[in-house]
Every structure is written in structure tokens, then in C-alpha cells.
Nanobody, 115 residues
């Protein structure tokens, strides 16, 4: 029943890198805008990055120049390459898909960045 599955989270030191993956069902991936959101304890969930079906991207200011979102339409997968990680990047990261019909959410993957 799960249609979005995140992976790739973990514990790293500041300055290191991680690559998150989100495997989606083709029925919702095709034509959908895909996004990565994150939520730290006690804070609001925020949009980190998103990519449209046509490949247009945008990022929250705090990750510009460090994070890159990409999609592989043949594999129904979206990625988030996270470089130069900072402790303030620590959060649960969620994959999101949005089409004309509805919005889908993954279960999340934990990213922890130590000082």
C-alpha cells in the first residue's frame, strides 16, 4: 500500500554528505511535482526542494548551493543530494508527490548532523 518510500538517511558529521532516495509508484510519479520536506522536533514542516515533471527546480534559501534535487523518470525515483551538511539540517526528511488529484507523503527518513 505504501507508494512513496524514502531511504538514505543516517548520522554524519558537519561538512559531510548524504544522498536521499524516494522510490515512487509509477501511477503517482508520472506527471507529478516531487518534493523533499523536513521537520525538526518542535518546528514546522518546511519545503526543502522540489522538482516538476518538466525538470524545473526550486530550493529553500538555507540549502541553495549545497543541496541538489533530481529525478529519474525511467526509475520513478527522486533524489536529494545533500553536501556540506550542517547541524541545523538535522530533521526527518519526507518525500512528497503532488498531482492534479491529490498529495502523497512518505514515512520519512532521519538525518542527523553532529557538530
Amino acid at each position: 500500500q505504501v507508494q512513496l518510500v524514502e531511504s538514505g538517511g543516517g548520522l554524519v558529521q558537519a561538512g559531510e554528505s548524504l544522498r536521499l532516495s524516494c522510490a515512487a509508484s509509477g501511477s503517482i510519479f508520472i506527471g507529478a511535482t516531487m518534493g523533499w520536506y523536513r521537520q525538526a522536533p518542535g518546528k514546522q514542516r518546511e519545503l526543502v526542494a522540489r522538482i516538476t515533471a518538466g525538470g524545473s527546480t526550486n530550493y529553500v534559501d538555507s540549502v541553495k548551493g549545497r543541496f541538489t534535487i533530481a529525478r529519474d523518470n525511467a526509475k520513478n525515483t527522486v533524489y536529494l543530494q545533500m553536501n556540506s551538511l550542517k547541524p541545523e539540517d538535522t530533521a526527518v526528511y519526507y518525500c512528497n508527490a503532488a498531482n492534479l488529484a491529490r498529495v502523497y507523503w512518505g514515512q520519512g527518513t532521519q538525518v542527523t548532523v553532529s557538530s
